[in-house]
């Protein structure tokens, strides 16, 4: 430890002269203040966000039920008149079976061409 200045020296005897004289009362409650302070030190603080996620979840979950539930009549109607709904929409992009057109590379123009006819 490095040497200590005067001031320093002298600081710490009052401090030390101050504590003696303190009852045993004082000096106990000072000794469970600081134990708790180091102890509030030692514990990770707590995040507050991280009580509010699980009802999130559950505020999303609801949200998501009460969508899929209710449905978009304008988007069913479009479906329907298209004459494809979007359990036929999801089996075809499922299909293992289904050819690979992308890899093959030997008729992509064909497929381009097919699907410009269709949507004009």
Do not use: C
Not at 1 to 28: C, V
């Amino acid at each position: 430890m490095s040497e200590q200045t005067p001031f320093e020296k002298r600081t710490q005897e009052l401090l030390e002269e101050s504590t003696a004289r303190l009852d045993g009362r004082t000096l106990s409650r000072l000794t469970q203040a600081r134990h708790t302070a180091l102890d509030r030190l030692q514990q990770p603080a707590r995040q507050w966000w991280r009580s509010y996620v699980p009802a999130g979840a559950a505020a999303a979950v609801a949200v998501l039920a009460v969508v899929m539930w209710s449905g978009n009549p304008a988007v069913e109607s479009n479906l329907t008149a298209q004459g494809t709904s979007p359990v036929e929409d999801i089996e075809l992009l499922a299909d293992a079976d289904a050819p690979d057109f992308v890899d093959d590379g030997e008729d992509l123009e064909f497929y381009e061409w097919a699907a410009g006819e269709v949507e004009s």
